[in-house]
């Protein structure tokens, strides 16, 4: 596989659920990210991983739970969603390197429901 | 004011028209700029990377304007194939991992 996968591709949670979220990059970057796009709204960056370390956490709400076990992957965990966390997920991946303009490369995303 | 601000349209053109699209930024250090495009329930695309100087990609051409903190893109003989929303995104950085901004998007639909 090329690019940048995500899985599953369509997801809906009661409140009370766990799941996670799934991103894997095959481009060989050092940067991944999680963003949210909610409907009319701007996408809002949640997380920034540089060498398997987060480097940012935008105020998300501590029922989102990132984790980054190697460069190619990246996991989003949900836990005790609300339905305003009803969304478009989406990961990217970019070179991550100084010196470069650092191109984001998106993956289809997860469109969550939570019920 | 918004970080990066767009008009949201829609913009409703007839094919093989010229439309042009401007997005205004508020943080005047900002250092990368680039344009995507997204369609409907899909994920964003990267169309183009804006340079210092401008930028030409066969019918699409981008610009930067750092006195007055706005991109533009152009997008001439347009085919329906362009309709879509048009993300303007902004970074502080040149390198590195990016924190960017993106705009809410201008909505484009290329009528035949």
């Known amino acids: 596989e090329t690019g940048v996968t995500q899985t599953p591709r369509h997801l809906v949670m009661g409140m009370t659920n766990k799941k996670s979220l799934k991103c894997e990059q095959h481009l060989g970057h050092n940067a991944m990210y999680w963003y949210k796009q909610s409907a009319k709204k701007p996408l809002e960056l949640m997380f920034v991983?540089?060498?398997?370390?987060?480097?940012e956490n935008n105020s998300v709400p501590s029922r989102f739970s990132p984790e980054c076990p190697n460069s190619s992957h990246l996991f989003l965990h949900l836990h005790t969603l609300q339905p305003e966390d009803s969304a478009l997920y989406l990961c990217a991946s970019s070179i991550g390197t100084s010196g470069t303009y650092n191109e984001q490369f998106f993956g289809p995303g997860t469109r969550l429901t939570v019920l | 004011r918004k970080e990066v601000e767009q008009d949201p349209g829609p913009f409703n053109v007839p094919e093989g028209a010229t439309v042009a699209f401007n997005c205004t930024y508020s943080?005047?250090?900002?250092?990368?700029f680039f344009w995507y495009r997204q369609d409907c329930r899909k994920e964003p695309k990267l169309l183009m990377s804006v340079y210092s100087s401008g930028n030409e990609d066969g019918r699409f051409t981008a610009q930067l304007n750092r006195a007055s903190q706005y991109i533009s893109l152009l997008i001439r003989d347009s085919k329906l194939s362009d309709s879509a929303t048009y993300l303007c995104?902004?970074?502080?950085?040149?390198?590195?991992?990016?924190?960017?901004?993106f705009g809410t998007g201008t909505k484009l639909q290329v009528i035949p």
């Open positions: 943080n005047s250090a900002s250092q990368s």
């Open positions: 995104v902004v970074s502080p950085y040149s390198g590195g991992y990016q924190k960017v901004t």
């Open positions: 991983y540089s060498l398997e370390e987060r480097v």
